[in-house]
């Protein structure tokens, strides 16, 4: 059962943090990051301890000293599986930006239909996750086509190239990041997912369950975040996209926003500050997933919907007993019974 866990964990890391991005916020052994206003995604929970959340952050950055004028970039962290009303409020965000610059490994100039991405393997797992915690894929939530989106990512050639140069694999590193899983996971013996696991897989609410099994899971992920350091997945990337960063803003854009997955953003807030000197002035949040409730996207549309127009239900009057008086002239008094 360990390794079906571990397997499930770069199953969870591919499916839902790859575009092929990786999305997890950085904290040791499951606890909570030495400086919280570093957090690029976060769980909340209410007063009994249950999760209500997954959160995904919009981290303004500007420069140091906040009376200097100059460009503000804002990194919008993303995981590539949410529900329907986060793609719908990340749409509106868009909106606000001279410029969005955009992951997705693909040919320059290549148009992004709506549910894009292809046959791939982790396109299948992706669109297999989508289906069993009744979420949206990416790819069919956010609208590409808008007039201030600019590709900044590499092309299959270039990720293929850069991939070869540093003898790199998917599947090593896959192997790799299982390693590292297996490493965290003896670490933290007393905090086995396996029971919860199974008790979701037969919940009456499954896609819930899972979803609040899973959402964990970020949490933990640092171990395994360890594999891909220095890669061509995060690292290489990075630097493609704050290339392109510097072109648009020698050319005149002043509000740019970097949309990638989640796992990208530690290192591309790092690299601003050194070659752009802007800093985190800012963080706001956007649920991902909503924990909240057990009733299913399914059934919380179709409760939603109006019902129809029938005259409202009277109610029967109550029928009482008459009250009875009995008279007393002697003494004056009135009872009652």
């Given amino acids: 059962m360990a390794c079906v866990r571990h397997w499930l964990r770069l199953v969870f890391l591919v ?3 790859s575009g092929i991005a990786v999305a997890a916020d950085r904290k040791k052994d499951g606890d909570k990051p030495e400086n919280p206003a570093d957090e690029v995604l976060r769980i909340t929970s209410d007063e009994a301890g249950d999760p209500i959340a997954l959160e995904t952050a ?3 950055c500007g420069p140091k000293n906040s009376r200097q004028s100059g460009p503000t970039v804002d990194l919008i962290g993303a995981i590539h599986i949410g ?5 719908r409020q990340l749409n509106r965000e868009f909106e606000k930006y001279d410029v969005v610059l955009f992951e997705m490994v693909a040919p320059r100039g290549a148009p992004i239909p709506r549910g894009g991405g292809g046959g791939s393997p982790i396109s299948a797992i992706q669109r297999f996750m989508t289906d069993v915690l009744e979420l949206e894929y990416q790819l069919d939530g956010i609208d590409y086509g808008k007039k201030n989106f600019v590709h900044a990512d590499m092309t299959p050639d270039q990720m293929a190239r850069s991939m070869k140069k540093k003898g790199e694999s998917m599947w090593t590193m896959m192997f790799r990041a299982m390693g590292h ?3 965290q996971q003896s670490r933290n013996s007393g905090q086995s997912t396996d029971a919860e696991l199974l008790l979701a ?4 609410n499954r896609a819930l369950a899972l979803k609040r099994v899973l959402a964990k899971q970020f949490g933990d992920m640092e171990g395994t975040m360890g594999a891909f350091d220095g890669t061509t997945i ?3 990337r990075n630097k493609v996209a704050l290339k392109t960063l510097r072109k648009q803003i020698d050319g005149g854009k002043k509000k740019l926003a970097i949309f990638y997955g989640a796992g990208h953003l530690p290192d591309m807030e790092q690299r601003l500050g050194e070659e752009f000197g802007l800093v985190r002035r800012q963080t706001r949040w956007l649920t991902a997933w909503d ?4 009733v299913s996207s399914a059934t919380r549309a179709t409760a939603e919907e109006p019902a129809a127009d029938k005259p409202p239900r009277r109610k029967k009057p109550s029928k009482q007993r008459p009250r ?3 008279r007393q002239p002697r003494s004056g008094r009135t009872t009652t019974g």
């Fill in 291 to 294: 924990l909240s409730t057990a």
């Fill in 58 to 60: 919009i981290v303004q």
């Fill in 181 to 183: 899983s297996i490493a």
């Fill in 83 to 87: 529900e329907k009303s986060y793609y």
């Fill in 324 to 326: 009875k008086v009995r």
């Fill in 201 to 204: 897989l037969f919940d009456k």
């Fill in 15 to 17: 499916a839902v943090s």
């Fill in 234 to 236: 995060i690292t290489e």
